[in-house]
């Protein structure tokens, strides 16, 4: 079964600084990979997704994601942090059933 | 596009009564509808995928006779927690999946959820 772990629960960064959060999933085919934000109290809201081709996806709000396949990890980066972009951070893992298997999350939060 | 609405997005409710929760895609047809559970700080846990005109189907540890999922459109899916107890406090979210899809490839598309809480 496919599995999703995000090994850091808690990062803190100062705005304008890099950040890197990471992703690491188990699956046995080309799995469907996922990042998601979650403002409190809120629904999730899709940064960005691969599927096939290029490894490297551009998503929405400056940040991005590459998948390696030699080390099954699919970890999101932005060059520089802001302040609006302090919330939870989820990684996803598809397959051809459907179903969306999240990792734990990872709570991002920004010093000014 | 692809917007889901899902009401209420807060809701107290005295302990033994049944809560229902709605889940619409306004702007695009999903056979799918998924319904997850979020405990505080912690992950989504997917419940049950909701499939258009059948029954739904249940991950292990659910009780189906709890949480039943109603999917009677291709718009609309329904949750309704129960006999609530405290204990199902919770926040619930729902997920579409948009038929076809960019490249054919998956399109999800959460609500903004719901909080539940039993009293």
């Known amino acids: 079964a496919q599995s999703v772990t995000q090994p850091d629960i808690h990062i803190t960064v100062s705005e304008g600084a890099s950040l890197e959060l990471r992703c690491n999933y188990s699956y046995g085919a080309t799995p469907y990979l996922f990042w998601y934000v979650q403002s409190p109290g809120q629904g999730l809201q899709l940064l960005l997704k691969y599927f096939s081709g290029d490894t490297l996806v551009q998503g929405i709000k400056g940040f991005e994601a590459e998948f390696k396949r030699s080390q099954s990890s699919f970890n999101l980066r932005k060059p520089s942090v802001h302040w609006s972009d302090a919330a939870e951070y989820f990684c996803?893992?598809?397959?051809?059933?459907?179903?969306?298997?999240f990792g734990t999350g990872t709570r991002l939060q920004v010093f000014p | 596009g692809a917007v889901v609405s899902q009401h209420p997005s807060r809701v107290i409710c005295k302990s033994g009564t049944s809560v229902k929760i709605e889940c619409r895609s306004l702007?695009?047809?999903?056979?799918?509808m998924f319904w997850y559970r979020q405990f505080p700080k912690q992950s989504l846990m997917l419940m049950a995928t909701s499939n258009e005109g059948s029954k739904a189907t249940y991950e292990q540890g659910v009780e189906k006779d709890k949480f039943l999922i109603n999917h009677a459109s291709l718009t609309l899916s329904t949750l309704t927690v129960t006999s609530a107890h405290p204990e199902d406090s919770s926040f619930y979210i729902c997920?579409?999946?948009?038929?076809?899809?960019?490249?054919?490839?998956?399109?999800?598309?959460f609500g903004s959820g719901t909080r539940l809480t039993v009293v």
């Open positions: 996803a893992v598809g397959d051809n059933t459907d179903k969306l298997i």
């Open positions: 997920s579409a999946r948009r038929t076809g899809g960019l490249n054919g490839g998956y399109g999800y598309t």
């Open positions: 702007d695009f047809q999903a056979t799918t």
